[in-house]
């Protein structure tokens, strides 16, 4: 019971640090407004893709986007603590080292779907459709693709000492993961060069994106995997990048 | 196609129903739990003793036989405690015992591995060698339970200012299992005893240094912690501050049962607070005793008197006084003796028997600063010389 309490409090604390920031909601509108406006409209001119408009296709890419690069920013929170000497209070606090990952990921990724909500608001105005059923499908989708991702975050924050190297790293990782997602561009199909197929295999995000897709865009969009499967593999990786990150967090000097 | 569509929906329907139980509700929740505003009691100044004795009922209730049993036994125990960082000893086999309700003071200069053996005894460090117990429990075998035991004010401030006073002790007070059912009384009572009752809303960031100063203070105290670990507790604080907090430490231990190991490089502070005190140099305990008895170690209070018949009187008082040491600096006679105030009379009517006169005499009694020179002196001459000591005092600045 103290360990939920514990993880409710990580979770609370998270969350409401965000929702105090005002600059980072309001700037969280921009570079998704960027991809889906000036992107989306300049790509207008490649051919339409299983019959959607391009900025439909990529829309829930888009959204997919969103939650990597929060997911992965918010890691930052882990060397922000530790510079303000937060941390120690939470390591030496009597809960598991499992429990504090857990707070600190359910609070990062309520985070960073909150980002992908306002996203799915920005797309109504630019004119996708939007569904209220399938907005609540994609909610809790949302936060599965987020825990695996904040994961990384997480892990990648626990071995870095400086916020300007972790700019660095969280880049290396963002991209590939990104471009590789079939977020802008398809993945799979006759023309696409078997390497780029091969690789995307191994991405994450290329089954969140997807199951995004099959839920936002409906009977329009062929899915790659079923959903289930999709929901799966997101799943597993979510699993897996708690235990990486639990050892991490539980390293002792 | 159309079954997997409805399996699906009715899937999304029970994550949208668990997604609103953890995450919608709870938020509802919080907002109650932290609208509440402080008791219109404050008003009342009721600081100290009083109060805190009804938690010592709560917090003594709450313990079980087995930690009655403990009670017994010391505090802390630590034996052959022993931490290195890549060759270097910080903590060189420390064996120190602090008994219960003591303020135990660890005094030493910047880098003497004050900070280390705290680390050691609040789990946050593995011992390299040696272990310690802390309220009875293994700091190794046991990190939990004496992570339940103790409370720690950290050399470095570890608040989050983006909240607000009293969020950061909710949040503590969760962090340590604290009865919801006594969060808000509990909370309230620190506040009050740091005196933060009307600022515990603000967000930190509007605080003051000793403002978050003291309310880590409030915040170590939640759970009823059995030690209480302050780490350089007024490091870089105005001497008002510091002067306000000695109060609120010296108050807690009249008031309750709690055993409190202080870190500081402030001989005052450590002086004015603690019962025993370990002088710590090279990560070895150099001397340890009450603060009186440690002076008295050294050779005792210095007489000054400066007359121009220096050489006459003193040949007259060699005879006269009981006195260890009489030595004739810069033209001044300077006795070394055990009970200065009840001597200096002594010494003025020998002089005036004489005809001798005095143009003026100064007592100085020996203050920790002698005594933590005394020791760290020895221990620097024991160790080696002095070119090495430059050389380890930098790297023991590069560890953290």
């Known amino acids: 019971m103290t360990e939920i309490r514990g993880i409710y409090t990580l979770w609370l604390r998270e969350v409401k640090r965000y929702l105090r920031d005002r600059t980072r909601i309001v700037s969280s509108f921009f570079q998704p407004l960027l991809w889906l406006v000036i992107f989306g409209s300049g790509m207008r001119i490649s051919e339409s893709i299983s019959g959607l408009s391009y900025q439909q296709y990529i829309f829930p890419g888009i959204i997919g986007q969103t939650l990597l690069f929060t997911s992965m920013f918010m890691g930052i929170s882990v060397i922000w603590d530790r510079e303000f000497g937060f941390l120690k209070e939470i390591l030496v606090a009597p809960i598991s080292r499992f429990s504090i990952f857990l707070g600190k990921m359910f609070g990062d990724s309520t985070d960073a779907v909150i980002q992908g909500i306002i996203v799915f608001l920005l797309g109504t105005l630019l004119g996708v459709r939007l569904d209220i059923i399938m907005f609540l499908e994609s909610l809790p989708v949302m936060l599965l693709i987020t825990f695996g991702l904040v994961g990384i975050g997480l892990t990648v924050a626990s071995f870095i000492e400086s916020l300007e190297s972790f700019g660095v790293i969280q880049s290396f990782i963002n991209l590939p993961l990104f471009f590789l997602s079939g977020a802008l561009f398809p993945v799979r199909g006759e023309s696409v060069p078997s390497w780029l197929q091969i690789v995307s295999n191994f991405n994450p995000l290329t089954y969140g994106v997807d199951a995004l897709r099959t839920i936002i865009l409906g009977e329009a969009w062929q899915p790659l995997y079923p959903l289930y499967y999709d929901l799966l593999v997101v799943g597993g990786f979510a699993v897996i990048m708690i235990l990486i990150g639990t050892l991490a967090f539980s390293r002792r000097r | ?400």
């Open chain 2, 1 to 400: 196609m159309i079954v997997r569509k409805r399996l699906t929906l009715a899937k999304h329907a029970e994550y949208a129903f668990l997604l609103f139980r953890t995450i919608i509700a709870p938020l509802l929740n919080f907002s109650e739990s932290f609208s509440n505003q402080p008791h219109s009691t404050s008003f009342r100044i009721r600081k100290g003793a009083k109060y805190f004795s009804d938690c010592n009922l709560v917090a003594l209730s709450n313990y079980d036989q087995n930690s009655k049993v403990k009670q017994m036994s010391n505090a802390i125990e630590t034996s052959d405690l022993t931490r290195r960082f890549n060759g270097f000893v910080a903590v060189d086999k420390l064996n120190i015992a602090v008994e219960h309700q003591e303020v135990f003071g660890l005094l030493g200069p910047n880098g003497a591995g004050k900070t280390t053996t705290i680390s050691m005894l609040c789990t946050i460090l593995k011992p390299t060698s040696g272990t310690a117990k802390v309220n009875g429990f293994d700091i190794v075998k046991q990190a939990t339970q004496v992570r339940k035991s103790i409370g720690i004010v950290f050399q470095d401030p570890s608040i989050d200012d983006r909240l607000t006073g009293r969020e950061n002790l909710f949040m503590h007070a969760n962090l340590y299992g604290v009865p919801q059912s006594e969060q808000k009384t509990r909370i309230d009572e620190v506040l009050k005893l740091v005196e933060l009752e009307d600022r515990a809303d603000s967000i930190l960031r509007t605080y003051s240094g000793g403002m978050r100063r003291r309310l880590e203070i409030a915040r170590g105290l939640i759970h009823y912690p059995k030690v209480l670990f302050l780490d350089e507790p007024t490091i870089g604080l105005d001497p008002q501050t510091r002067e306000h907090i000695w109060t609120y430490i010296k108050e807690l231990r009249k008031a309750h049962d709690i055993t409190m190991v202080l870190t500081t490089h402030y001989m005052e502070e450590a002086d004015r607070l603690s019962d025993r005190i370990a002088i710590m140099d090279y990560g070895k305990i150099v001397a340890l005793d009450t603060s009186p008895k440690l002076k008295e170690t050294l050779e005792g209070d210095v007489i000054t008197v400066k007359t121009k018949d220096a050489e006459r009187f003193a040949s007259i008082l060699e005879g006269k006084v009981a006195t260890k040491k009489i030595r004739i600096v810069e033209g001044s006679i300077e006795i070394t003796v055990q009970d200065g105030k009840a001597l200096l009379p002594r010494i003025v009517e020998t002089a005036a028997q004489n005809n001798i006169y005095v143009d003026s005499v100064a007592l100085r009694e020996p203050n920790l600063e002698d005594v933590f020179l005394h020791y760290t002196g020895h221990a620097i001459r024991a160790e080696s010389g002095d070119e090495l000591h430059g050389l380890s005092a930098i790297r023991r600045r590069a560890i953290k």
